[in-house]
């Protein structure tokens, strides 16, 4: 079994930065993909990067591209997410999840029913 431990949530203001960290632990295999969605109470959890390990690649969802970069640490199975210039719109709790591979189509992480998830760190934009 897998399991993961998201930490680095917080409260900031506009423009401000934080980085979370996602760290896997258990059967994840050599190659294996970690990314991140968010919540927001009343709406769908939304996919905002992922990042595959093994020598994939790194995928962004459109309204984070430029402003957010996912970086992994292989030897520690962790995954960071670095968001700069944040905005409210970014409002939220943040999971991390893990799945064998990052299907991205369509600007869009297709996870399988069988991925493991966090129990999600919030983060909280506002003056």
């Known amino acids: 079994a897998v399991s993961l431990v998201e930490s680095g949530g917080g409260s900031v203001q506009p423009g401000g930065s934080l980085r979370l960290s996602c760290v896997a632990s258990?059967?994840?295999?050599?190659?294996?993909?970690l990314g991140w969605f968010r919540q927001t109470p009343g709406r769908v959890r939304e996919w905002v990067a992922a990042s595959q390990f093994g020598g994939g690649d790194t995928h962004y969802a459109d309204p984070v591209k430029d402003r957010f970069i996912i970086s992994q640490e292989n030897t520690r199975k962790t995954v960071y997410l670095h968001m700069d210039s944040l905005k409210p719109e970014d409002t939220g709790m943040y999971y991390c999840?893990?799945?064998?591979?990052?299907?991205?189509?369509?600007?869009?992480?297709?996870?399988?029913?069988?991925?493991?998830w966090g129990q999600g760190t919030q983060v909280t934009v506002s003056s």
């Open positions: 258990g059967s994840t295999g050599r190659d294996f993909c």
């Open positions: 999840a893990a799945d064998r591979e990052c299907t991205v189509i369509g600007g869009h992480w297709l996870i399988a029913g069988s991925a493991t």
